[in-house]
């Protein structure tokens, strides 16, 4: 079973940058490699897209809340995505999730999750 990791969170000040990370373990996802995205999702709101990055990364996928802030990048001999974030913003605080499966911007296509890494941005 493949498990998801996410790391790099953590409370920053509004206009701070942080690079997270997501490393994919444990399994392989029966012989292809996904499409890997970020979501979020703040307190008492649904889960939002954020970014998303084809299987070779040469195609990547913004919300325009985050576009021209935030880059979305893979290394698969590394089985890690990235997600830098610049410029932030309060209302980017939200748990952070990678999810692994087809590039879209719903979270319904994405069969595999991981736990979720905290972003808290004070003002």
């Known amino acids: 079973q493949v498990q998801l990791e996410e790391s790099g969170g953590g409370l920053v000040q509004a206009g701070d940058s942080l690079r997270l990370s997501c490393t994919a373990s444990?399994?392989?996802?029966?012989?292809?490699?996904?499409?890997m995205g970020w979501f979020r999702q703040a307190p008492g709101t649904e889960r939002e897209f954020v970014a998303a990055?084809?299987?070779?990364?040469?195609?990547?996928y913004y919300a325009d809340t985050v576009k021209g802030r935030f880059t979305i990048s893979r290394d698969n001999a590394k089985n890690t995505v990235y997600l830098r974030m610049t410029s932030l913003k309060p209302d980017d605080t939200a748990v952070y999730y990678c999810?692994?499966?087809?590039?879209?911007?719903?979270?319904?296509?994405?069969?595999?999750w991981g736990q979720g890494t905290q972003v808290t941005v004070s003002s």
């Open positions: 990055i084809n299987w070779s990364g040469s195609n990547t």
């Open positions: 444990g399994g392989t996802f029966s012989g292809y490699v996904p499409a």
């Open positions: 999810a692994a499966g087809a590039i879209t911007r719903s979270p319904t296509n994405y069969p595999f």
